[in-house]
T-cell receptor, first 115, second 114 residues
Framework: AQTVTQSQPEMSVQEAETVTLSCTYDTSESNYYLFWYKQPPSRQMILVIR??????QNATENRFSVNFQKAAKSFSLKISDSQLGDTAMYFCAFGAQGGSEKLVFGKGTKLTVNP | KAGVTQTPRYLIKTRGQQVTLSCSPISGHRSVSWYQQTPGQGLQFLFEYFSETQRNKGNFPGRFSGRQFSNSRSEMNVSTLELGDSALYLCASSLLAENTGELFFGEGSRLTVL
């Protein structure tokens, strides 16, 4: 069974600064995806960034980038130039490739961006 | 393109009652998954449906059930409600053909059991 661990229940950052959210996972699968999802207060969860395990290059989406360390089973999210709208719960998630769309989520990190 | 639509958004039930939640996926999406979100347990997978068949099921008691219709709309049912069933129930759809693993979530149905 897969597990996803987010060790930082809460974090805060000043507007325009950079913050890194940590995530580790455990799996015996060889083909899988990793995701960061964002859930703003009282709003729906949306995908922030996605990484295929077979790709060595770290995924980047505008101000969001990941540091994927496959051997260490680590998948951290870096948010650059933080904005007030980045305030949300961030969930790291694991999905095995093929056969099912089941995701295993971490407990989440509550990020607050302060003005 | 309309997103994932869940109804009702909020509901209050009492112990012992049953509840049915509905989910309409994004047009063209054939896979629908359900998750339970609570402060203590986080997001937990309930089940996934594809082409009206349950493909995967999480570790929940038989009181939790679901189904999918030919138009990909899905419902989940919880019978004999318990206080611990109070949660946000999230539905997510995906376009399996792309095999990206990406889920698109609805806003959820918040169930309170008194």
């Amino acid at each position: 069974a897969q597990t996803v661990t987010q060790s930082q229940p809460e974090m805060s950052v000043q507007e325009a600064e950079t913050v890194t959210l940590s995530c580790t996972y455990d799996t015996s699968e060889s083909n899988y995806y990793l995701f960061w999802y964002k859930q703003p207060p009282s709003r729906q969860m949306i995908l922030v960034i996605r990484q295929e395990a077979y790709k060595q290059q770290n995924a980047t989406e505008n101000r969001f980038s990941v540091n994927f360390q496959k051997a260490a089973k680590s998948f951290s999210l870096k948010i650059s130039d933080s904005q007030l709208g980045d305030t949300a719960m961030y969930f790291c998630a694991f999905g095995a490739q093929g056969g099912s769309e089941k995701l295993v989520f971490g407990k989440g990190t509550k990020l607050t961006v302060n003005p | 393109k309309a997103g994932v639509t869940q109804t009702p958004r909020y509901l209050i039930k009492t112990r012992g009652q049953q509840v049915t939640l509905s989910c309409s996926p994004i047009s063209g999406h054939r896979s629908v998954s359900w998750y339970q979100q609570t402060p203590g347990q986080g997001l937990q997978f309930l089940f996934e449906y594809f082409s009206e068949t349950q493909r995967n099921k999480g570790n929940f008691p038989g009181r939790f059930s679901g189904r999918q219709f030919s138009n990909s709309r899905s419902e989940m049912n919880v019978s004999t409600l318990e206080l611990g069933d109070s949660a946000l129930y999230l539905c997510a759809s995906s376009l399996l053909a792309e095999n990206t693993g990406e889920l698109f979530f609805g806003e959820g149905s918040r169930l309170t059991v008194l």
